[in-house]
């Protein structure tokens, strides 16, 4: 049986040990990074998950940006512990804080990933939405969580 909650200041330490083992110490030097530098996620939508004896499993965060002038929630990083992937706990934290961010009144999440992955849950290419550089274009994603959120949007992604 597994647990969500909100992420805690007492869960950071262990959320940075979880991510630093699942994409390495170098993570933060990947380009979406910059956008979180010097900005606080959106706290009510970062998410642990951990196991009856209280081990964190997984977790999640979300980031304030901004593409031309509207708001969107970037996602990630996300992450389950290896010794757990494979039991769904990625879709199930995926799909709570997604369920989460709509009843918040968020419109639109964007994210650098893998198509074939996140395209079960809505995602879509945004080929007229650009990152920081250096990143893939085909890995640049959004999921419009309110009904045309996405309609004619295009530009810069930047930090708030």
Known sequence: MFHLTCETKEDIWEV???????????????????LREGVEPVRNLCFVVRDSAGILAGAIRYWPICVNKADALLLGPISVHP??????LGTFLIRESLSSALSQGWRRVVLVGDAPYYTRFG????????????????RILGLALDLGAWDGLSGKVRGV
């Open 16 to 34: 940075e040990a979880l991510y630093d083992l699942c994409f390495g110490p170098g993570r933060q030097a990947l380009s979406s990074y910059r």
């Open 83 to 88: 010794t757990r992937q494979g039991e769904g």
């Open 123 to 138: 995602f879509k290419l945004l080929p007229d939405v650009q990152m920081p550089p250096p990143i893939n274009p085909n």
